[in-house]
């Protein structure tokens, strides 16, 4: 496959399916497998992104607000066991 051709599965895989990308890359009747389309986006390397945040922040209380409709409560084994 040419680079082109390439840049255009990966960029139609990105709004659709791979199939799709896979026919609507090529020009000619010819159509791309949904399987290649695949190893093509995931050939992708995606370069790591470093945080900036040089030190963290110390903070003397921490708050923390949850109620029992999010936070369920926890047993080690039986009721009452906290």
Known sequence: MSSDVVVKVIDSAVD?????????????????????????VHEIEI?????????????KVL???????HVSLQYKETKGDL
């Open 16 to 40: 659709g399916s791979y199939r799709l990308s896979g026919e609507k890359a090529v020009n000619t009747e010819a159509v791309i497998s949904k399987q290649t389309v695949m190893k093509a």
């Open 47 to 59: 370069p790591k992104i470093t945080s900036k945040i040089k030190e963290k922040k110390k903070v």
């Open 63 to 69: 708050h923390i607000d949850a109620d029992e409709d």
